[in-house]
C-alpha cells in the first residue's frame, strides 16, 4: 500500500524568539512512514550539527534497512518486532556517528540532542525517544502524550517530589537525563501503539510543550484537523507569543486512511516503502 494515500505530513520550524539560531531539525520522508525530530544542545553551532546528523543519518538509514529486508529475516520475527529492531539499529549508529564526531573535532565537543521518531507501519506506530522531545495523540479530540521525558523534572514528578504544576514554573525543565551522542552508548526507550485513521500524531521539541498547555495545543489541533501546514505553523506562533524561549519544531502526522499490511512478512516490509 502507498503510504502517501495514508498519512499527511506536515512540519515547522523556528527560531524562537530569544535563541540566534535554530539547533533543531526535523525530517519526514512520507513515502516510507517515517518522521524525526531531534533537539540539539552544545556548543556555538554544535547542537544544529548533533540534531542535523541524527535526522539525516535516521532517514537514510532506516530507508536503506527496508530495502534490505527479505522473507527471511521477516520470518523470524513479527512485523512488530522487526520494526522495533528497525529502530533500535538506526538511532544507535545515530549515536555513534555523533559521538565520534565530537570526541574527534573538538569544535563539537560535547554535544548531543535528544530525539523522537517514528515509524507507521501496518497499523501501528513504533516510536522511539530519548530526551524530552515528546509525542502525542490526539484521538477523538483528546490529547494524550505517549512518550514519557527522560528529564530530572520527570523523575521528580514520579517519585512525588514535585507536581506537574509546578514543574511547569521550573527553572530545570532543560535537564535531560538521556540524550545522543553524549556517550558510546545509547538505550532508546521503544513502543509500539495501534493507530486509527482520524487520529493526529504531534511530535514537539520542548520548546512547544514549555510554552503552550496541552489543553491550548488540544484546541488548536482539535479546531485545525483539515489543515495540517496551518496547525504546525499556528503552534509555533503559540510559542513564540508565551515568549519564544528555546527553539520550537512541530511534526503532525494525521492518519487519513488505514495502511495493513499484506498476507506475508516480504509483502509488509515492502508496503512499508512502496
Not at 494515500?5 to 533543531?24: F, I, K, W
Amino acid at each position: 500500500m502507498n503510504l502517501r494515500t495514508s498519512l499527511e505530513m506536515a512540519t515547522a520550524t523556528h527560531t524562537g524568539m530569544v535563541r540566534s539560531h535554530n539547533e533543531d531539525s526535523v525530517n519526514v520522508e512520507t513515502d516510507i512512514g517515517l518522521a524525526v525530530l531531534a533537539d540539539g544542545m552544545g556548543g556555538y553551532n554544535a547542537g544544529e550539527v548533533a540534531s542535523g546528523i541524527a535526522t539525516a543519518l535516521i532517514a537514510t538509514e532506516t530507508r536503506q534497512a527496508l530495502t534490505r529486508m527479505s522473507p527471511h529475516d521477516l520470518d523470524q520475527n513479527s512485523g512488530e518486532m522487526a520494526a522495533f529492531g528497525l529502530l533500535h539499529d538506526v538511532v544507535v549508529k545515530a549515536n555513534s556517528s555523533i559521538y565520534q564526531s565530537a570526541n574527534s573535532q573538538s569544535q563539537y565537543a560535547g554535544m548531543g540532542t535528544t530525539l523522537v521518531v517514528g515509524l507507521f507501519c501496518d497499523n501501528k506506530l513504533a516510536v522511539a525517544h530519548i530526551g524530552d522531545s515528546r509525542c502525542y495523540r490526539l484521538r477523538d479530540y483528546r490529547l494524550e502524550q505517549i512518550t514519557r521525558d527522560h528529564s530530572l523534572l520527570q523523575e521528580q514528578i514520579d517519585t512525588g517530589l514535585i507536581t506537574k504544576e509546578a514543574a511547569r514554573r521550573s527553572t530545570y525543565k532543560n535537564l535531560v537525563t538521556r540524550a545522543l551522542g553524549i556517550e558510546p552508548n545509547v538505550k532508546p526507550e521503544i513502543q509500539v501503539h495501534e493507530v486509527r485513521a482520524g487520529d493526529l500524531y504531534l511530535m514537539c521539541s520542548d520548546g512547544l510543550n514549555d510554552m503552550v498547555e496541552d489543553k491550548d495545543i488540544e484546541r488548536t489541533l482539535s479546531s485545525l484537523l483539515t489543515n495540517l501546514p496551518f496547525a504546525a505553523a499556528q503552534l509555533v506562533q503559540m510559542a513564540n507569543d508565551a515568549g519564544g524561549r528555546d527553539n520550537i519544531s512541530v511534526v503532525l502526522v494525521k492518519i487519513k486512511r488505514g495502511f495493513p499490511a499484506g498476507n506475508n512478512w516480504f509483502s509488509k516490509a515492502r508496503s512499508w516503502f512502496v
